[in-house]
């Protein structure tokens, strides 16, 4: 309970700074001020895809730190398409941007994912002027079009609750550019879906995948 009620703090607290304007605007530049306004290199579109992951997030970022090469895959996988925008800058230094999404599963899954998040993006690495980086974690909500057996197995439940198809949307990732092209991304996405420790639903099954994709900004 404690850890959900953290979520759902964290959750609330990013959500308000990605939607209110500072007074001041000295933490906080508003760059995307009106529906009308030109893109100007703050828009982006990408895809990515990747096999799913079995081994544990808690596992790979939290208690053991796996790298990829030694994560558990499965036998589906996913391919993914997104649009987002810069909404702001916190501090000069973390890009809010929202993403809506939409995925397909294929495999031994086979649901379509739509999604909406606030990504926070943080920007200014001492190398980018070799290698531009950013990394960036998301908070949102996925909806799946159904629930497959295989994630009701794992939940340990023989029948999915009413609320397992709508979880919340936690997908860190991180991405390079050349310095002089940093309108094209190389993306290293997490894509992963859960019931958050019941901040959404209790719901344990959910799915992630390992994806590399590439995201263009106009």
Not at 68 to 79: E, K, Q, S, T
Request: proline fraction near 5%.
């Amino acid at each position: 309970m404690g850890r959900a009620r953290l979520l759902r703090g964290v959750s609330v607290a990013l959500f308000v700074a990605a939607v209110t304007p500072a007074a001041s605007g000295e933490w906080l530049d508003w760059r995307w001020k009106s529906l009308d306004q030109e893109c100007e290199g703050e828009c982006a579109v990408a895809v990515y895809g990747g096999p799913i992951v079995d081994t544990a997030m808690t596992r790979i970022f939290l208690t053991r730190g796996i790298p990829p090469w030694a994560w558990d895959y499965g036998a589906g996988g996913l391919i993914a398409g997104t649009a987002s925008r810069k909404l702001a800058n916190l501090f000069g230094v973390i890009d809010i941007e929202p993403e809506v999404g939409i995925g397909r599963r294929f495999g031994n899954l086979h649901e379509t994912e739509v999604w909406t998040a606030v990504y926070f993006r943080f920007t200014e690495f001492p190398w980018n002027n070799y290698l531009y980086t950013t990394v960036a974690v998301s908070t949102g909500l996925s909806y799946a079009s159904g629930v497959p057996g295989e994630e009701i197995a794992r939940a340990g439940v023989k029948v999915a609750p009413a609320d397992a198809r709508l979880l919340h949307f936690f997908s860190p990732e991180i991405t390079f550019a050349l310095p002089g092209h940093r309108n094209v991304e190389l993306m290293f996405r997490f894509h992963h879906r859960s019931g958050a420790y019941c901040a959404l639903s209790c719901f344990t099954g959910g799915a992630h995948y390992g994806t590399v994709g590439i995201r263009a900004r106009f």
